[in-house]
């Protein structure tokens, strides 16, 4: 046996195979019929990086007809007769194989063939038709295609048996994966040499770091850009760009990018280097004065950034072979004829974006050979990753900012510089199965252009790496959507950019390690059969849940929260599912996720963050690591970043969150944090302790010191707390939350649409005083879940199954006396006592009789509504729900002017505008007919001033008199 320094292989059917052992568990692979291997176009241009690193125990044996690679602990034998491949992992278990020797020749092309396992699943291949997951069964050309609006071909594809192979060739190959065989991977070209990268990992999160090792990591994207961007219809002039942003702004809906179409130049479609803005439509100024009042500067300073749309036919080899020859590692001068050169000056108008509209020249072209010396049909592949590659670098040498590059077509290499969407897709659901399908194949900044008009578009994609609306030639502006999804899209707006550190902290994850922000369910859930073709859920970051275009969901095994009712199931197991009002689709929440909010701003930067918002749902143990830097230079790379490790860990008796000090520092980092905790119970605690330190229960105070006890929401089912960041000298910050003495289990599994079954939500204490609370709000989806929660306690308490109708009975009764007690005449409200009594008599089932009370109590809703002052601006529209939902809050004009950023006098006028009526008069009404329920419910005037607002009950009693004309004791208790 004879020990040697490479793999250098002469075959004994007369061609030559190279061996290397790249980084531990990967190798590269490399055959021809000349024995000649001059480096890949994909690695000379730096795109591709083929750097063979020190790996332990690697070495190469040859044992007679057999040379043996090891890299790590994974080990490649190649068969010197013919170049057969056998790959095995560090268990020393075969991972895959070769069935017919390979081949490579300047004659016939290139191909290898390897068996297949009978239940192996198969992922990757980038944005290629047909749109599925699992690319078991298919034959897939790598060819990115003219005709298609976005084609991004990648070639590489990863196992369920933990391998995965990758292709380093920019030559037209075929990807054919148990198509004619079942059993057979092939992968062939007609042009071009055997060049493969096989890698050996544990699960598909380690196949994914070792390939974007080689293929580049994604780009980690400016912080703004995990917002909103917003394109205008085409033939759009600056005036009417300005009129699309000042409509976000007034409304307020947060979106940072504004990006315009191709005709924003002079010729549409200037693929020179001579182009400039179109001198009408886009006037611009080189006088720094004139330049604030240009519409670029009214953008910036509105908060907005600015793309632009352009093509390229440009000969861009010429730069490529420049860099290929320098030694600085591509930090040379570019040389007069970069292409980027002539876009300096945009940049230096004011422009933070590009994006490139591919026409991609080689079709135009075909025949054409290039500077570098190749043909079209070889660098198809690579030219729009070389404009993607040069734009990046051009920017971000001039502007020492990271580049938003947006791109619609590519290949291997392309996440390290741009970000991309998987097009306009009239079928949604293929949009989304190709952000997944991006994902898989280690492009983590991928999404799709908004469907805005349906309720479910605007909920997919606002749940997305990144969030575009593009409008081309409509008007696809939220403010020109009807009133019901227009509401809905400024909910949606707003939770995700309170979100951002969330999202953000997943992009930093990816820029590391290649694991995407949107992640298809086998990239978290391997080992879950039911996991390996789901195209229409995935999961947002490591905790959220989100399905798409579908009434059925499947939930994985653990503990999972409704996002939006706060309903508590356990998987696995699968659902179906209804979103509720205000809702466009499923969203669920793991149990043991720690989610970090920010406020709500109108675009990223407006506000100083110094307290964060940590949305926890407690489970058996939780973790999350949030990572902060200045969101727009390279400094991040150099250590000028934060990260703060959190944990969140219950059982039976407690809940304990600990947060760690921040580690490291970076340009603009607040000094001073603090956190706001919103950890979601199931009953109202024992006690709180911090630091050991037991806190107060303050629920039943109106103006209490946030930093020195806390409180609990019944209708939310949360404790707030505050804290701040541990001092100098501790490590972190700990809080425990003791569980009342009956804990409740920590998940509820539901079958069917009607909780009947199950546990018993928020408490089983004071369950008709939580419904009838939701009842004041009169907003359905506080309502509806408070419904739920009660049927749920009343259904499990009752001793016998024949009791439903006497629980039905009651819920009629609390929500008939609540319309009742407002002054409404039921019969009004719900179409007659005869009505009621008639649907009562005929029920047969606890189905039915949830399903009356789900009626009459829309009914009442519905009323309430009809008789809340009418207000079509949002901001009014807020004010109104938060004046109704907390009227024990602290509820002065200058505390909610505050709260929305306004000044006292503005929202005044704004509200008498509005609604007709004075601030102070309406918080005064809806504060005295509480009280007046609330008295004659038995309530003691002490509390009812409480909960009514007023820290006196003297002055209470003084309003109430005067508002009544009836002191408050001469509301005695109704007698039944």
């Known amino acids: 046996m004879d020990r040697v320094t490479d793999a250098r292989i002469s075959l004994e059917n007369g061609g030559w195979i190279v061996a290397d052992a790249v980084a531990s568990g990967t190798f590269r692979i490399r055959m021809n019929d000349t024995g000649l291997f001059p480096e890949s176009p994909l690695i000379r241009y730096r795109i591709v990086n083929a750097i063979t690193e020190s790996v332990d125990e690697s070495l190469s044996v040859v044992c007679g007809d057999v040379t043996t690679i090891r890299a790590g602990r994974a080990t490649l034998q190649i068969d010197g007769n013919d170049g057969q491949l056998r790959l095995y992992g560090p268990d ?71 391998w995965a192979v990758m292709v380093n060739t920019t030559w037209r190959h075929t990807f054919d994966i148990g198509a004619a065989t079942d059993d057979i991977l092939s992968i062939e070209g007609p042009s071009g040499e055997l060049d493969l990268f096989l890698f050996v990992g544990t699960g598909y999160a380690q196949l994914l770091e070792a390939y974007t090792d080689v293929a580049g990591k994604p780009q980690l994207l400016p912080i703004w850009m995990y917002g909103l961007n917003f394109c205008p219809r085409v033939k759009s002039s600056a005036r009417d760009v300005l009129d699309d942003a000042i409509k976000f702004r007034r409304s ?64 861009l080899t010429l730069l490529e072979e420049r860099l290929a020859a320098d030694k600085t590692d591509g930090e040379c001068e570019e040389p007069e004829e970069a ?75 392309m996440q390290q510089f741009v970000a991309s969407t998987a097009g306009t897709f009239y079928n949604a659901r293929h949009a989304i199965a190709a952000v997944l399908n991006y994902g898989l194949s280690g492009h983590a900044n991928a999404s799709t252009n908004m469907h805005l008009i349906t309720r479910e578009g605007i909920h997919s994609d606002f749940l997305l790496a990144w969030s575009r609306i593009h409008s081309q030639d409509h008007f696809h502006h939220p403010d020109f959507l009807e009133q019901p999804l227009q509401e809905l899209f400024q909910r949606y707006a707003r939770l995700r950019y309170r979100l951002i550190p969330y999202l ?47 009434d059925q969901v499947y939930l994985p095994e653990g503990n999972w929260y409704d996002y939006w009712t706060g309903e508590r199931y356990s998987g696995p197991q699968w659902i179906a599912y209804t979103a509720p009002p205000g809702a466009g689709g499923p ?18 930067g407006q506000l100083r963050v110094e307290t964060l918002t940590l949305d926890i749902y407690p489970g058996p143990l939780g973790e999350f690591v949030l990572y902060e830097d200045d969101g727009a230079t390279f400094d991040y790379l150099d250590g ?26 970076y340009a603009g980092m607040v000094r001073n944090r603090s956190y706001e905790l919103i950890v979601h119970m199931e009953g109202k605690p024992a006690a709180v302790r911090v630091g050991g330190q037991r806190r107060p229960d303050q629920t039943r105070r109106i103006k209490a010191d946030p930093f020195r006890g806390w409180r609990y929401d019944r209708l939310a089912g949360t404790v707030r707390l505050h804290v701040e960041e541990a001092g100098s ?64 306690a009343k259904m499990k308490t009752g001793s016998s199954s024949a009791i439903w109708p006497l629980h039905v009975m009651n819920a009629c009764h609390l929500i008939v006396r609540h319309a009742e007690r407002s002054g409404w005449d039921a019969g009004d409200v719900f179409g007659g006592a005869a009505d009621t009594t008639a649907a009562l008599a005929q029920l047969q089932s606890p189905e039915q009789g949830y399903e009356l009370l789900l009626r009459l109590l829309g009914r009442l809703v519905r009323h309430t509504e009809e008789r809340r002052p009418a207000a079509k601006h949002p901001v009014v529209r807020e004010l109104v729900a938060i004046v109704e939902r907390e009227p024990d809050k602290d509820l002065s004009l200058n505390t909610m002017a505050e709260r929305f950023a306004l000044h006292p006098f503005h929202l005044s006028r704004l509200f008498k505008k509005e609604t007709g009526a004075a601030y102070s008069d309406y918080v005064m009404t809806i504060r005295m007919t509480r009280a007046k329920k609330l008295l004659e419910a038995g309530h ?16 209470f009693s003084k309003a109430f008199s005067k508002y009544w004309g009836v002191p408050p004791v001469g509301f005695k208790p109704k007698r039944e």
């Open 92 to 162: 020393g278990r075969e991972r895959l194989r070769t069935c017919c020797p390979p081949w490579s020749g300047s004659a016939g092309g290139f191909g290898a063939r390897f068996s297949l396992n009978a239940d192996e699943s198969l992922y990757g291949l980038g944005n290629v038709v047909p749109e599925q997951l699992d690319r078991r069964g298919l034959r897939v050309p790598m060819w990115a295609e003219q005709d298609l609006w976005a084609s991004a071909p990648i070639p590489f594809l990863m196992s369920s048996g933990g």
């Open 252 to 315: 307020g809906t947060p979106c940072d990018l504004i990006g315009l179409s191709a005709d924003w130049m002079e010729t549409v479609n200037d693929y020179s280097t001579a182009k400039r803005w179109h001198p009408e439509r886009f006037p611009t100024s080189t006088n720094d004065l004139l330049r604030q009042v240009s519409f670029i500067g009214i953008l910036q300073k509105q908060g907005f950034k600015l793309s632009l749309t352009l093509g390229c036919d440009y000969d």
């Open 339 to 413: 292409w980027y050169d002539h876009l300096r000056k945009f940049v230096d108008d004011g422009i933070s974006a590009f994006v490139l509209s591919m026409k991609n020249p080689m079709f135009s072209h075909p025949d054409r050979i290039w500077g570098n010396g190749m043909t079209s049909a070889e660098l198809h592949h690579l030219y729009p990753v070389l404009l993607g590659k040069q734009m990046h670098l051009g920017f971000r040498r001039q502007t020492n900012k990271r580049p938003v590059i947006h791109m619609e077509k590519g290949y291997l290499g």
């Open 504 to 550: 953000y902290s997943a992009a930093h994850a990816a820029a590391r390690t290649g694991m995407p922000i949107t992640r298809a369910m086998p990239l978290l859930y391997p080992d879950d059969r039911n996991c390996r073709e789901l195209s229409r859920q995935y999961m947002l970051g490591d905790s959220l849940l989100v399905a798409v275009y579908t």
């Open 587 to 604: 969203l669920f929440v793991r149990a043991g996720a720690i989610v970090p909010m920010w406020p709500s701003m109108d675009y990223i």
């Open 640 to 665: 000028g970043f934060a990260r703060t490790r959190m944990l969140c860990e219950a059982n039976r008796e407690t809940t304990t969150v600990r947060i760690s000090r921040r580690e490291g520092a």
């Open 729 to 792: 000298g501790e490590s972190e910050v700990y809080v425990e939350i003791v569980h009342p003495p009956k804990r409740i289990p920590a998940a509820v599994s539901r079958s069917g649409t009607v909780p009947v079954d199950g546990g018993v939500g928020r408490g089983e204490d004071g369950t008709d005083e939580a419904f009838v609370a939701a009842l004041d709000t009169g907003v359905l989806h506080n309502a509806e879940p408070a419904l739920a929660a009660w049927w749920r």
């Open 940 to 955: 003691k005037v002490y509390e009812t001033a409480s909960r009514c607002g007023f820290k006196d009950a003297g002055n």
